[in-house]
């Protein structure tokens, strides 16, 4: 089964949190100890506030990590926007085109129409198919888009698996 890509990236992540947690700050932890009074340390306080941080944030991601590897890609639809689908929108008042792409919160970028599936905009694009028509609440006022075209999470792991075609 194919993997997400964002798997990687948050696996990435994770190495870097943990390897941070377990040589770089017990470093730290010990140079700061080494200053004495532990109620007046400064650099030993901030230390051990960045230890809870990282801990959290490992548990995070291992927990993300395995959520998004549960994930069932065959459960996926292919025919209709769902998590990772790029879809591409037509309004019908101007003639304006807009793409987005749903994606995890991890990755959301909203200036390069990466916008989370649980978003207003996301919510409002799922389980739409190729011609139908949809209502958009945006902060600008309601906007109506006709669906152009959907690349499912299938075809764009398709074409990261062959970019020429």
């Not at 990282?54 to 993300?64: E, P, S």
């Not at 019908?92 to 959301?108: A, H, M, Q, W």
Request: glycine content about 4%; charged content about 35%.
């Amino acid at each position: 089964m194919k993997e997400l890509p964002i798997i990687k990236r948050l696996e990435e992540e994770l190495k870097k949190v943990e390897k941070e947690l377990r040589v770089d700050l017990p470093r730290e932890l010990q140079r700061a100890a080494s200053h004495g009074d532990f109620r007046e340390n400064a650099e030993y306080e901030a230390a051990k506030q960045r230890q809870s941080f990282l801990q959290a944030r490992v548990q995070h991601l291992k927990a993300r990590i395995n959520s998004l590897a549960n994930l069932k890609l065959e459960d996926i639809p292919r025919d209709s926007v769902a998590f990772g689908s790029k879809v591409y929108l037509r309004e019908i008042n101007t003639g304006d085109e807009v793409v987005y792409e749903l994606v995890t919160p991890e990755e959301v970028d909203p200036r390069n129409g990466k916008i989370s599936v649980s978003s207003p905009i996301g919510r409002a694009l799922l389980n739409r198919e190729v011609g139908e028509e949809v209502q958009i609440n945006l902060p600008s006022g309601v906007k109506e888009y006709e669906v152009m075209d959907i690349k499912t999470l299938h075809d764009l792991l398709l074409e990261d698996e062959n970019p020429q075609g």
